[in-house]
């Protein structure tokens, strides 16, 4: 079974910083795209920022020009630059990783989700 790890959470005041990692384990040969969410407390789950095996990210415009995802293959981590940030980006935050080739699963997309690691953007 594929887990993934998240670190890198925490307090930080607005206009601050934060980068967090999450790493995948497990039976898994390579993750084909990542994503990161968010959810806030009584709010959906929010699809933040992706990035695919060519490397081509996709942003939420609630985060964009503010937020950068990045990966490291030979690690199989994936990243979150969080830059400028606000109250309103309190949230704990998702990663997650899509596979097609799992042993045992019919090829496809398969999905992964990290434990969570919670923000707080505040003075």
């Known amino acids: 079974q594929v887990q993934l790890v998240e670190s890198g959470g925490g307090l930080v005041q607005p206009g601050g910083s934060l980068k967090l990692s999450c790493t995948a384990s497990?039976?898994?040969?390579?993750?084909?795209?990542w994503d990161w969410y968010r959810q806030a407390p009584g709010m959906q789950r929010e699809w933040l920022a992706a990035?695919?095996?060519?490397?081509?990210?996709y942003y939420a415009d609630s985060v964009k020009g503010r937020f950068s995802i990045s990966r490291d293959n030979a690690k199989n981590t994936v990243y979150l630059q969080m830059n400028s940030l606000k109250p309103e980006d309190t949230a704990v935050y998702y990663c997650?990783?899509?596979?097609?080739?799992?042993?045992?699963?019919?090829?496809?997309?398969?999905?992964?989700w990290g434990q969570g690691t919670q923000v707080t953007v505040s003075s």
């Open positions: 497990g039976n898994i040969a390579f993750i084909n795209a």
């Open positions: 990035e695919g095996s060519s490397g081509a990210t």
């Open positions: 997650k990783a899509m596979v097609t080739r799992v042993p045992g699963l019919p090829l496809g997309e398969h999905n992964y």
